[in-house]
């Protein structure tokens, strides 16, 4: 098993611009969900899924939007992205509440 | 609102110590408490996930407690080597809401040869 896999690694933005941060995972989960993790700020809930075509707001959900057509992806979408959203994005994959959670290894964004 | 504190911020030990980190959290409705290890520019990797009904989990060189009743986890880690050397998370997953982890800002650990 690959696990959960991101793509890109790295992107920069100029602000105004759209991106589609990927996310994939061939372990079959029913949950996924996508972090931002900022200096003093630690881990930050965005959206997430409990299954194919079930998605639901986080902590920060404003400025990005999400969709999940398959188990396997679940990509984050900035519509039109701003400085404040330069950060390391993570998705993360689990089986059910009471299980591991398993974590992507990342996309580091700046937005310029 | 469920709030996670891990103390200290930051600790550095000779190689060869056992040390132990600690975890708080403000709600005690949880379905579980997990750590997680985070090398630098990196993904976090679970070490070890403990159920709101146990106390403690074991793994190698590492131990957790939950004290789910005080609020409290502590990462036991015997015998620390170089390698240890690495952000540590905790993080817990309430029962109220989403099914999002709440993460505590972390404990950074060096492992001095």
């Known amino acids: 098993n690959a696990g959960v896999t991101q793509t890109p690694k790295f992107q920069v933005l100029k602000t105004g611009q759209s991106m589609t941060l990927q996310c994939a995972q061939d372990?079959?989960?029913?949950?996924m969900s996508w972090y931002r993790q900022d200096p003093g700020m630690g881990l930050r809930l965005i959206h997430y899924s409990v299954g194919a075509g079930i998605t639901d707001q986080g902590e920060v959900p404003n400025g990005y939007n999400v969709s999940r057509s398959t188990t396997e992806d679940f990509p984050l979408r900035l519509l039109s992205a701003a400085p404040s959203q330069t950060s390391v994005y993570f998705c993360?994959?689990?089986?059910?509440?009471?299980?591991?959670?398993?974590f992507g290894p990342g996309t580091r964004l700046t937005v310029l | 609102k469920q709030e996670v504190t891990q103390i200290p911020a930051a600790l550095s030990v000779p190689e060869g110590e056992n040390l132990v980190l600690n975890c708080s959290f403000t709600?005690?409705?949880?379905?579980?408490l997990q750590w997680f290890r985070q090398d630098p520019g990196k993904g976090l990797t679970s070490l070890l996930l403990i159920q709101s009904s146990q106390r403690e989990q074991t793994s190698g060189r590492l131990n957790a407690s939950l004290d789910k009743s005080s609020g409290r986890s502590t990462l036991y880690i015997a015998a620390s080597q170089p390698g240890d050397s690495a952000t540590y998370l905790c993080a817990v997953r309430g029962i109220q809401g989403a099914q999002k982890l709440v993460f505590g800002q972390g404990t950074r650990l060096t492992i001095n040869p």
């Open positions: 372990m079959n989960h029913e949950y």
């Open positions: 709600d005690s409705a949880i379905y579980n």
């Open positions: 993360a994959s689990t089986p059910s509440r009471t299980d591991t959670q398993y």
